[in-house]
């Protein structure tokens, strides 16, 4: 797909990921409405960056783990921009505590952020796409959706689905040329990872990670840009990090 007029859609795309995709997406040539659910300094920056690409940039504060939310998120860019052509959910948040820690509003928070945020994005963004049988969604899973880690049992499962989301759904809108992929980051230095002690960014780098680094946002928009504009790559998920899911040991 050619991003030259195309409206992108980035949930999440005030900062971290998020803002690097709405950049990356904005380099290509499309226009850029950033949906999230806090509106603070960042946004100006990253709208400042798009606009200086010679690209136009919208904000829309929502909070898309409201299904109304969500839906509205789409109707509002299509009313402003005139259509979605490309939709990326990057909005999420990391829950922490074991099957006995996690409280049942956390366990279904994630769920409401995580996957079904999806489901409303996507009926409400599809029909744009279908009209003119072209389109891209992208889905951001990760790596604790495809690897049991302890202490975050609620986020790993929310993840976890998001791979077969992307199979499905991508399946079901292949008669009308939309594609959809996934992207899984490993560790990605964001204000995501600050929780992190020294100790724990020491041991990721020298011993979870075969590259001996983090990751950067900028690794994980350029792969979702390749999805965005392949032709050719459907129902896939894409692992950036740095090697440490396939590694043994």
């Given at each position: 797909?050619?991003?030259?007029g195309?409206?992108?859609?980035?949930?999440g795309?005030?900062?971290?990921?998020?803002?690097?995709?709405?950049?990356?997406?904005?380099?290509l040539?499309?226009?850029?409405?950033?949906?999230?659910?806090?509106?603070?300094?960042?946004?100006?920056?990253?709208?400042?960056?798009?606009?200086?690409?010679?690209r136009?940039?919208?904000?829309?504060?929502?909070?898309?783990?409201?299904?109304?939310?969500?839906?509205?998120?789409?109707?509002?860019?299509?009313?402003?921009?005139?259509?979605?052509d490309?939709?990326?959910?990057?909005?999420?948040?990391?829950?922490?505590?074991?099957?006995?820690?996690?409280t049942?509003?956390?366990?279904?928070?994630?769920f409401?952020?995580?996957?079904?945020?999806?489901?409303?994005?996507?009926?409400?963004?599809?029909p744009?796409?279908?009209?003119?049988?072209?389109?891209?969604?992208?889905?951001?899973?990760?790596?604790?959706?495809?690897?049991?880690?302890?202490?975050?049992?609620?986020?790993?499962?929310?993840?976890g689905?998001?791979p077969?989301?992307?199979?499905s759904?991508?399946?079901?809108?292949?008669?009308?040329n939309?594609?959809?992929?996934?992207?899984?980051?490993?560790?990605?230095?964001?204000p995501?990872?600050?929780?992190?002690?020294p100790?724990?960014?020491?041991?990721?780098?020298?011993?979870?990670?075969?590259?001996?680094?983090?990751g950067?946002?900028?690794?994980?928009?350029?792969?979702?840009?390749?999805?965005?504009?392949?032709?050719?790559?459907t129902?896939?998920?894409?692992?950036?990090?740095?090697?440490?899911?396939?590694?043994?040991?």
């Amino acid at each position: 797909m050619k991003l030259n007029g195309k409206v992108s859609l980035i949930t999440g795309g005030a900062g971290g990921i998020g803002a690097a995709i709405a950049l990356e997406l904005a380099r290509l040539g499309s226009d850029i409405m950033i949906v999230d659910w806090r509106i603070d300094s960042r946004v100006k920056e990253v709208k400042d960056k798009i606009r200086c690409l010679g690209r136009s940039c919208f904000v829309l504060k929502a909070d898309v783990s409201v299904p109304s939310e969500a839906t509205r998120s789409v109707v509002e860019t299509a009313a402003q921009m005139g259509t979605v052509d490309v939709l990326v959910h990057a909005a999420g948040g990391g829950v922490q505590g074991s099957l006995f820690e996690v409280t049942p509003e956390e366990w279904y928070g994630a769920f409401n952020i995580h996957v079904h945020a999806i489901f409303h994005l996507c009926r409400a963004a599809v029909p744009f796409m279908k009209k003119k049988q072209e389109g891209a969604i992208v889905l951001i899973s990760s790596a604790a959706g495809s690897r049991g880690c302890s202490g975050a049992i609620a986020y790993g499962v929310a993840k976890g689905a998001v791979p077969q989301f992307a199979r499905s759904l991508a399946r079901e809108l292949a008669d009308d040329n939309i594609r959809v992929n996934a992207v899984s980051p490993g560790i990605i230095r964001t204000p995501f990872q600050d929780y992190l002690t020294p100790e724990q960014v020491k041991n990721n780098i020298e011993n979870r990670i075969p590259l001996h680094r983090e990751g950067k946002p900028e690794d994980v928009a350029e792969v979702i840009a390749l999805l965005v504009t392949d032709n050719f790559i459907t129902g896939e998920t894409i692992a950036v990090d740095g090697g440490m899911a396939m590694r043994i040991a």
